[in-house]
């Protein structure tokens, strides 16, 4: 699920890179993911979480060594952004950046993108993913790897990456299921819903981690880390807090739930979660009295060859925090 860069009409694409860095630019830091594919394999050859970089302050990661590689797929959460699922009549000679532009009503200061998920015949409505983000943010982000290695391969949003790394790992398992995919982060959180791994719906939500920490900081007096840590623990009952943070996305849940079961006639099968606050036990209550099942905290490096030292140990138990940056880097090397 890429949102590429712009490319010059006719021109023909080089071959994928088989070393490929991934870089997700989150709140609490870049997330960092080097992955090598040979014909057989997909091998991860490094991982870390790197400070966080001010796009505001032109910072570019500082990278070690064993991130080393000639091209980068960048991925962020980036703000003024639209995404949406929508149905099209598609025309004989489709223009799908037009189309997207059209349906999502974007001025030409935005760059779409967008695919076609399901393609029907003749004067049925295909199904579409269209997005939009501010073309300035996209220059920002491409700027930052203009004048040395790696130079910037892809550009996408990261709630689309981690849906990426999602399907790679667990779609075999998912693929005659109804499910929703839940990816947390610390300003947004991304819910979409997928029948036999086709996209139905997604939404990116205002909430996350950041406003769950305040609204706790702010009922129980305590400081940003103590937050985090009631959180990540549940050793403070905090769930009324929890609850009144995302009362708006559990309502949407509610609805995208009850719609995607009565158009597909397929009920829910399960729930899968990634992101920075997947293993808070608060979370996943949450998530479990609006869709009835307790969140799958899945592996992006499931199914993905682990070579020696290539992930710090200090990292262990984080791996889903990484969902972007896996789904970004198989993207871009067409290991999907």
């Known amino acids: 699920m890429k949102f590429k860069q712009k490319t010059a009409a006719g021109k023909e694409q080089g071959r994928k890179p088989t070393n490929l860095l991934a870089l997700d630019f989150a709140t609490t830091g870049v997330k960092a993911v080097r992955l090598k594919r040979t014909k057989d394999r997909v091998t991860l050859a490094a991982a870390d979480i790197l400070p966080p ?7 570019r990661p500082v990278l070690p060594k064993s991130l080393a590689a000639y091209y980068a797929a960048l ?3 980036m703000d003024g952004v639209t995404l949406r699922v929508f149905s099209q009549i598609l025309p004989e000679e489709e223009d799908i950046e037009a189309l997207v532009r059209a349906s999502l009503n974007a001025e030409e200061d935005l760059r779409v ?3 076609v998920l399901s393609r029907a015949k003749g004067k049925r409505e295909s199904t579409l993913l269209g997005i939009s983000i ?3 943010t996209v220059q920002r982000y491409l700027e930052l790897f203009a004048t040395s290695a790696p130079a910037p391969h892809s550009l996408e949003l990261s709630g689309l990456a981690a849906l990426s790394a999602f399907l790679y790992n667990c779609g075999e398992q998912t693929e005659n ?10 300003r947004h959180t991304y ?3 997928l029948v036999r791994n086709q996209l139905q719906i997604i939404n990116r ?6 406003s769950l920490v305040r609204q706790v900081q702010t009922a129980l007096g305590v400081d940003a880390d103590m937050a985090g840590t009631i959180l990540s623990g549940g050793s403070v009952d905090v769930s009324s807090q929890v609850r009144q943070v995302f009362s708006p996305l559990t309502r949407q849940l509610s609805i995208y739930r009850e719609f995607v079961e009565r158009q597909n006639k397929s009920l829910l099968s399960a729930v899968y979660i990634s992101g920075g606050l997947a293993v808070s036990p608060y979370w996943q209550t949450a998530i479990k009295e609006v869709l009835g099942f307790v969140p799958q905290v899945w592996n992006p490096f499931e199914k993905i060859e682990i070579s020696p030292e290539s992930y710090p140990e200090n990292l262990k138990g984080q791996e889903s925090r990484f969902a972007a940056a896996v789904g970004a880097a198989l993207a871009g090397m067409d290991a999907l």
């Open 75 to 77: 991925c962020a959460t």
């Open 205 to 210: 939500f205002e909430v996350g981690g950041d």
């Open 53 to 59: 970089c001010s796009l505001d302050a032109e910072e």
């Open 134 to 136: 501010p073309e300035k």
């Open 177 to 186: 299921q109804t499910v929703c995919v839940i990816e947390t982060g610390a």
């Open 191 to 193: 819910a979409s819903f």
């Open 113 to 115: 993108g967008g695919m």
